[in-house]
Structures are given as structure tokens and as C-alpha cells.
């Protein structure tokens, strides 16, 4: 059974740093491309993050770039995201997901709540 469970979320202060995980179970994460996605109260999920299936590649979205980084260990077949220099607007629960396009798949955790306050 294919399962994506994210870890690491928590309330941190403004400033602080957070690493979420995120462990497949049931496929080869290897084969996959990657993402992060987060979705605040109120608002729609919005794309963090990916990473290319070697690691080779990565991209951000502007709201995160210099603070996010993404990465993963084929291996242990998990993704993370390291997350600094946090900020109030960050505070939302975050998603992983693997997607890969022949034949076109996406699997999606349940998400992780990150919360950003003093």
C-alpha cells in the first residue's frame, strides 16, 4: 500500500528553522519527481518546492527561495525541506507529494502543520 507521511512540523518562532520529512512506503520514491505544497488557512494549496527523480535538479517558488531547501535520499526513500529564516506567512500545513508522468501518478501525504508565531 502506497503511503507519503510527513514529519517535523511544529510551532517555531519567527526566525527559527524547521526540517520536515517526508517517508514513502509502498513504491520507489526514486522514480518520482518530487514536490512540496503548502496550504495556509483560507487559501488554496500553492507549489513550495521540487526535485528532479536524481536529485540533479530542484526549484522554488519565489516566496521560499534562499530560505527552503529541498533534497532527498533515494536510499531512505524520503524527501525533506529544510526551512530557515521562517516567517509568520509560512505558517500552513505542508504536503508532500510524488508525481511522475508515464504513466501519469500523484500520491499526496496528509501534511504537517507548521506553525511561524512568537
Known amino acids: 500500500q502506497v503511503h507519503l507521511v510527513e514529519s517535523g512540523g511544529g510551532l517555531v518562532q519567527p526566525g527559527g528553522s524547521l526540517r520536515l520529512s517526508c517517508a514513502a512506503s509502498?513504491?520507489?520514491?526514486?522514480?518520482?519527481?518530487m514536490s512540496w505544497y503548502r496550504q495556509a488557512p483560507g487559501k488554496e494549496r500553492e507549489w513550495v518546492a521540487t526535485i528532479t527523480r536524481d536529485a540533479g535538479s530542484t526549484n522554488y517558488a519565489d516566496s521560499v527561495k534562499d530560505r527552503f531547501t529541498i533534497s532527498r535520499d533515494n536510499a531512505m526513500n524520503t524527501v525533506y525541506l529544510q526551512m530557515n529564516s521562517l516567517k509568520p506567512e509560512d505558517t500552513a500545513v505542508y504536503y508532500c507529494?510524488?508525481?511522475?508522468?508515464?504513466?501519469?501518478?500523484?500520491?499526496w501525504g496528509k501534511g504537517t502543520l507548521v506553525t511561524v508565531s512568537s
Open positions: 509502498g513504491f520507489s520514491a526514486s522514480s518520482y519527481v
Open positions: 507529494k510524488a508525481s511522475r508522468s508515464v504513466p501519469r501518478i500523484a500520491y
